[in-house]
């Protein structure tokens, strides 16, 4: 395990030299993949990674994407899109224009997911979906749209379980071992890299979706984020987070109300 003046060496090279934020993830959380990144790189020392992070920017890229957490899949926590099926979509259906961001949405598989749910609602004809994450390398695929065949199987089952009605494989191509989701949807979406920690709000939002991403930062970028979401946010507009994630004790909970008991979703309220 990397040392704490180390850790806090790398982030303010990544700052210093490329503008990349890491000084209020949370630390015990970014030593572990540090760690990790040297054992399967076969880094010997911490100048070795360090020196590689400052002189190559191919390695600068691959030590990014490993410090940023890209896990996820369509329709992940099906009881979520299910909530957001019932409560938030004839909502929405009532706007004349939607606009929702998917912030740290890592390769897009629930950008895609949100998606297909507008146009089950016929609602994705007047909506835009903006895909932001820190990583440039990771968003790329929302353009292509394409994701592994051998996932299609448990998304069909988490899009069920969301209240999914049709036949899941309607939506995309199989070729060989990859599965291409329709064009329709990709040209609804705005796909740009955004940081959390230093990038400002740039739109007025009737949902944001940011689930599992404040786990890794600290109280501060917490807090930090939620007010970022908070400026984003139209009044009435509904904030989505993960499943360890809360409002509570943070700056702007008093403005916000619970929509479930269960799902982490509020709605910002008109006071």
Not at 42 to 63: C, D, M, Q, W
Not at 69 to 83: G, H, L, Q, S
Not at 103 to 123: D, R
Not at 194 to 211: G, K, P, T, V, W
Request: aromatic residues 12%.
């Amino acid at each position: 395990m990397i040392k704490e003046e180390e850790l806090n060496m790398l982030i303010a090279t990544l700052f210093e030299q490329y503008g990349y934020d890491f000084g209020n993830y949370a630390k015990a959380s970014l030593k572990r993949r540090v760690s990790r990144v040297m054992v399967v790189d076969r880094i010997p020392s911490f100048a070795e990674l360090l020196y590689k992070v400052k002189t190559e920017e191919g390695y600068f890229n691959h030590i990014v994407q490993e410090l940023t957490v890209n896990v996820t899949e369509m329709f992940r926590d099906p009881m979520v899109f299910k909530a957001i099926r019932e409560h938030i979509l004839p909502v929405l259906a009532t706007h004349p224009f939607i606009r929702i961001w998917h912030a740290g949405c890592s390769t897009g598989e629930e950008v895609y997911s949100m998606a297909i749910m507008l146009e089950e609602a016929n609602l994705l004809h007047k909506s835009l979906l903006y895909a932001t994450d820190l990583n440039p390398t990771v968003i790329e695929n929302i353009n292509r749209g394409i994701f592994p065949l051998s996932q299609m199987k448990q998304y069909s089952e988490n899009y069920i379980a969301s209240g999914g009605k049709k036949d899941f494989s309607h939506y995309y191509t199989a070729k060989y071992d990859w599965a291409k989701f329709h064009d329709r949807f990709r040209t609804k979406m705005v796909v740009a890299t955004h940081n959390l920690a230093s990038d400002r709000s740039f739109n007025e939002f009737q949902i944001i979706i940011c689930r599992n991403v404040l786990i890794y930062f600290d109280k501060v970028l917490q807090d930090k984020v939620l007010t970022l979401f908070d400026n984003s946010l139209e009044k009435l507009g509904y904030l989505v987070l993960g499943s360890k994630e809360s409002l509570r004790f943070s700056a702007v909970a008093g403005k916000y109300t619970q929509v479930t008991q269960k799902e982490k979703i509020w709605r910002k309220m008109d006071r």
